[in-house]
C-alpha cells in the first residue's frame, strides 16, 4: 500500500466579495469578477483522491496564498499601501480562524493556508521594503501569523520595459535574501513578450552577483512556466520545437535555471491553452503532449527537485471550463506528466509538496 501524498498547492488567490473595488484588475463583467473564498476552493478540490488504496494516492494538505493584484503605488501615498495591507489583515483571519461573516472561510479552514506571499513596493529598494513589511508585521500582530509570511511578490507582467533593471529591484532582491523571503517573478512570454524574460534572466544575474553567502541569496519563484506561448497554429512536437518563440524561450528559462536559488511553478497551463469546456470532458492527454515540449524544458532545466505544482485557482477556471472541473483537470495533466518523465515516487512527492516547503519554507 503506498504512503498517501501530501499536496501543497503552491499558487492559490482568495477575495470576498467585498474586496472587489480594489483590484487593478476588476471589471463587473470580469470571469473573476465574484467571491472566491476557501468554501469554493474546497468545492474545486473535493474530488481529489484521498483512497489510501489507490495508486499513488494523493491529498490536499494545504496552500500558498498569492498577492491578487490590488490597486497600489510603490510610494505610499493615501491608498497606496493600504488596499494591499487589508489583503494581509484577511489572510490574518482566515490563518486565525476569526472570520468575518460572509467571507466564506470557517476555524476549521485555519490550517489550510501554509504560507502566504503578499505584495510589496520592490521597485522601491531595501527602504521601501522594510518600512512595508514592518506595516504587515503589525497587521499579522502575531508571531504565529508572522512566520507565514514566506515571501513576496510585484508583478512585472504589466510594467515596461526597463523596470526590472532599476538598482532599487536588484538591491530590493538583495535586501529580501537578507531577510528570508522569497520572491514571486510573474512574467508573461506570450502576452507581454518574450523581452520580459530577457529582463528577468539580467535582473536575476545582477541579484545573485557579489552575494556571498548561499543562505543570504535570494530565492527566486518563478510563476506559470512564465507564461508561454501554448497556442502555436501547429502544435505537432517537431514544429513546436523550430519555433523561434520556443527556442527564445527556452533558452531564457535555461538560463534562469543556472541559479540553485530559482524554482519554478507547474501552474497557469490554462490561461495559455484554448479554453476548454465545462459541459464536454476534454481528453487530457491530448493537453499534456500539446504542453509537454515546455514541461520537458522546465524538468531538463531545473531537475524534478525545483519544479512545484500549482492550480492558479481560480484563475484557472476561466480556460479550464469552471470550478467544478478545473482544479482536478489540472492536477489530472500533472500527474500523466510526472508519469511521462518516469519519475520516481520520491520525486513525484516532492513536485506535489515537498519542494514547494522546501523553498517557501513552510511546514506541514
Not at 524554482?263 to 491553452?273: D, I, T
Not at 487530457?284 to 524534478?304: C, K, M, N, Q, Y
Amino acid at each position: 500500500m503506498s504512503t498517501p501524498i501530501p499536496i501543497v498547492d503552491s499558487h492559490i488567490h482568495l477575495f470576498p466579495k467585498s474586496h472587489l473595488p480594489s483590484f487593478a484588475w476588476y471589471a463587473p463583467d470580469s470571469p473573476l469578477g465574484s467571491q472566491h473564498s476557501i468554501d469554493e476552493y474546497r468545492l474545486a478540490t473535493t474530488s481529489t483522491p484521498t483512497d489510501p488504496f489507490t495508486a499513488n494516492p494523493t491529498y490536499l494538505r494545504g496552500f500558498i496564498f498569492l498577492e491578487t493584484d490590488r490597486i497600489t503605488s510603490v510610494s505610499e501615498t493615501e491608498t497606496g499601501w493600504s488596499h494591499a495591507l487589508d489583503e494581509v489583515s484577511f489572510l490574518t483571519r482566515i490563518i486565525t480562524g476569526a472570520p468575518v461573516l460572509g467571507e466564506g472561510h470557517r476555524d476549521v479552514d485555519r490550517d489550510l493556508c501554509l504560507g502566504f506571499v503578499p505584495w510589496a513596493p520592490l521597485p522601491g529598494g531595501p527602504g521601501a521594503l522594510q518600512k512595508y513589511m514592518g506595516l504587515v508585521r503589525e497587521r499579522v500582530q502575531t508571531a504565529d501569523v508572522w512566520k507565514k509570511v514566506r515571501g513576496v511578490r510585484y508583478l512585472f507582467q504589466d510594467k515596461p520595459s526597463g523596470t526590472m533593471l532599476r538598482e532599487e529591484v536588484v538591491e530590493g532582491l538583495k535586501w529580501l535574501g537578507r531577510e528570508k523571503l522569497a520572491f514571486d517573478l510573474g512574467v508573461d512570454a506570450r502576452q507581454g513578450g518574450i523581452w520580459q524574460l530577457r529582463e528577468a534572466v539580467e535582473m536575476m544575474r545582477r541579484a545573485y552577483e557579489g552575494v556571498q553567502e548561499e543562505d543570504e541569496k535570494v530565492v527566486i519563484v518563478i510563476n506559470h512556466l512564465c507564461k508561454p506561448n501554448l497556442r502555436l497554429p501547429d502544435a505537432s512536437p517537431a514544429a513546436i520545437t523550430a519555433h523561434p518563440d520556443f527556442l527564445e524561450w527556452s533558452a531564457l528559462v535555461t538560463a534562469m535555471a543556472q541559479y540553485p536559488g530559482t524554482y519554478m511553478k507547474l501552474s497557469g497551463g490554462f490561461s495559455e491553452v484554448p479554453p476548454l469546456s465545462e459541459a464536454a470532458e476534454p481528453d487530457l492527454s491530448l493537453i499534456v503532449e500539446r504542453v509537454r515540449p515546455w514541461t520537458d524544458v522546465v524538468f531538463d532545466a531545473f531537475g524534478a527537485d525545483r519544479v512545484m505544482f500549482g492550480s492558479d485557482w481560480p484563475v484557472c477556471n476561466v480556460g479550464g471550463g469552471g470550478n467544478e472541473v478545473s482544479w482536478t483537470r489540472w492536477k489530472s495533466v500533472v500527474e500523466a506528466t510526472l508519469e511521462q518523465r518516469l519519475l520516481s515516487d520520491e520525486q513525484k512527492r516532492g513536485v506535489w509538496g515537498q519542494v514547494a516547503v522546501k523553498a517557501y519554507g513552510v511546514e506541514i
